[in-house]
């Protein structure tokens, strides 16, 4: 006999899940259309709330991550430390990062305080200013930096540098007024300035003149306030006793295990601790990018968990109203020896039921529209093209709060309306 | 089948005590179509929802089918609600968005069976009862007579030990409330247990024995046969 209990029980759950099926959908069947579309519609938008809106701002940093990394640093970049001029030993670290597992492309870069000065030629007298603009002169083998960022694609206007040609710069679009005065008076900027116009530029006590090649247009610090020449170029402007350089940006392979840490403790280990500054692209994202994405995630999950509160109680009023004027039916149900449960689990299925719809329309919403869509067309924002960011786990997880707190709020209501006295509730006292 | 033993009843709202039920004593025989007659505000109905379990009593005891009904939990007494025991209310009591197979069909589908054998027994169930060709339609679609035959359709699919009917036949026209009273007394000759509550002596003719309410107190017995 003892045997039979677990199977009566299993059994007895299984009639209790198939007529609270049965009557739930007989329900959502007779009930009103455009009160089902606008419940379902609720929902959806709740969805979309708790996902889209911190998905946003989170998306508005990430971009500028994103494009970062990219474009900048790469997965871990060495920099020059604080106090030095440069990365000691750079020759042996580009030896060893070339042949070190994961490491797809380094790029090295040679940087120097600097000024370009535009339109000299047409300049009145030399009482008018000259008009200057100050910028980081930036020396790049050219094979190298394209591989790691793809710099040509950032090119606005006129085109990249070429490997063997001489005298020519690139700069970056907000060196000129026509693309920084949006900023205002942030950066000192010069006029006109087009591909092919002549510029001088100014390092230490050196000057010399470069044609201008092209402009790159970027959200990037590290790219639209730079100029860029050859690495030979800057060593004819430059003096330097040395070949050390001031930046090596690293790619890691994007199928290898090798993560960005472990890039960097394989330099630390190496020995190159104390030769420059080395960081993973995360560590190396400015600080303030970290404080306000972590700001904007709170604040798109307290809205989100609003939207959640007032979709819980719409389906708390929902559910109570029908089952408050149901009551003598569900009386009745009750006298014919339905199952309480199986008459709570018809208003779970219910609201459920609006909450799996609302969510999985809101689901396609944005897996399909959405984040296809800011990928295609970014937030356009002064320090990045804002994406929408919807990680899968994250986002099924908003997805089953959602379903939990409607199953509550279906729940709560139902069992209050059907745990009362089953002849008052026949007889409506 | 049904033996009741010093039954008592008494409403109780905050200051005052309303005695409705003051000691019945009853026994139902298997197979007995037992009449409850008497003035409005008897206790007619009071007194079969105490007997059919809707309904807790102030005092004395209830057997069902050799079963003392005060130790049973609300689940044993839903349940047996549920497996023994048939309901037909005055004003028909149907679920208005199933149709009249569904509103037969719920209790069967409770009791365990699929939902294609419940449509099956539904079925029958409503040709047996002279509506095979309302089936599909829902409660508002049919008339009163058509809604309490589906109703009695439902308090019979699943074989009940004991019917319970309350003035079945109160909100029908003489036609359909004397088809009603044919069709409980077919049951009644298949060997169905029925305990009827009604005001027409027309129909009290059927019964086998007709007990007579006054102030909460059998006062009269009629054996008819
Ligand atoms: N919840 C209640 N609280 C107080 N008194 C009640 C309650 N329910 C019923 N009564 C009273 O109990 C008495 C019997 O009611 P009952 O419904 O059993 O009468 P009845 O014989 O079925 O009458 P009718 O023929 O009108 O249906 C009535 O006087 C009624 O007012
Ligand atoms: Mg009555």
Redesign the pocket.
Known sequence: MSEDKPKNLSRKWSQVISVGWFLAFRQIKGSNKSTTFLIIFIMMLTFLNLVVVSGILVGLIEGGRVANKKQYSGDVIVTTLAGENNIKRTNEIESTLIKMSGVQNISTRYISSGQVEANYKTRRDFSTPKDIAGTQVTGINIQDEEALSGISNYVDEGSFLNETESGYIVLGKNLLRRYSEDFGDVFASIEGTYPGDEVKVTVGKNTKTFIVKGIVSSKVNQVSLRAFVTKQDFLRLVDKADLNANEIAIRINPNSKITPDGTKANLINAGFANDGKIQTAVEATPEFLNQIRIAFALLGNVIGLIGIVVASITIFIVIFINAVTRRKYIGIMKGIGISEKAIEVSYIIQSIFYALIGGLIGLLITFVLLVPFFDAYPLNFPFSDGILVAPIGETMFKFGLLLLVTLLAGYIPARNIVKKNTLDSILG? | MIKVKNLTKT?K?KDIE?P?LRGIDLNVAPGEFLGIM?K???????LMYQIGLLDHPTSGEIILNSKNTEQMSTEERTQMRLSELGYVFQDYALIPELTAVENVMIPLLMKGFSKSESCDISIKMLERIGLSHRVDNKPGQLSGGEQQRVSIARAMAHNPKILFAD?PTANLDTISGYSIIQLFKELHDKGQTIVM?T?EEEYAKYCDRIIY?EDGKIVREVKQK
């Not at chain 2, 409005?40 to 009071?46: D, E, I, L, V």
Request: hydrophobic residues 25%.
């Open positions: 006292r | 409403y709202t309303t409705v008497g409005s505000g008897a206790g007619k109905s009071t003035e509550v005001h309410l």
